[in-house]
């Protein structure tokens, strides 16, 4: 498995592996239990989490506060 294909969904808890895309969503197995669904574009936003950064504000919270576990 590659970095690329983890992703997050918006109202799902975990981490997911993205199986395969389709116009109207993604097909995608949940890390934990290892079951395999179907999320709807329409109701989930799926966001791969090489796309997610973390840009810190050291004026504001200091770069250990943003880089803490």
């Known amino acids: 498995m590659q970095y690329r294909e983890l992703v997050a969904i918006s109202g799902m808890g975990g981490l997911f592996q993205l199986l395969s895309t389709k116009s109207d969503g993604a097909i995608v ?7 395999t669904k179907f999320v709807a574009a329409r109701s989930h936003h799926v966001t791969p ?3 997610i950064e973390c840009i810190p504000l050291p ?7 943003c880089f803490r576990p």
């Open 59 to 65: 004026r504001m919270y200091g770069y250990g506060r």
């Open 49 to 51: 989490l090489d796309s």
């Open 29 to 35: 197995r949940n890390l934990d239990d290892n079951t």
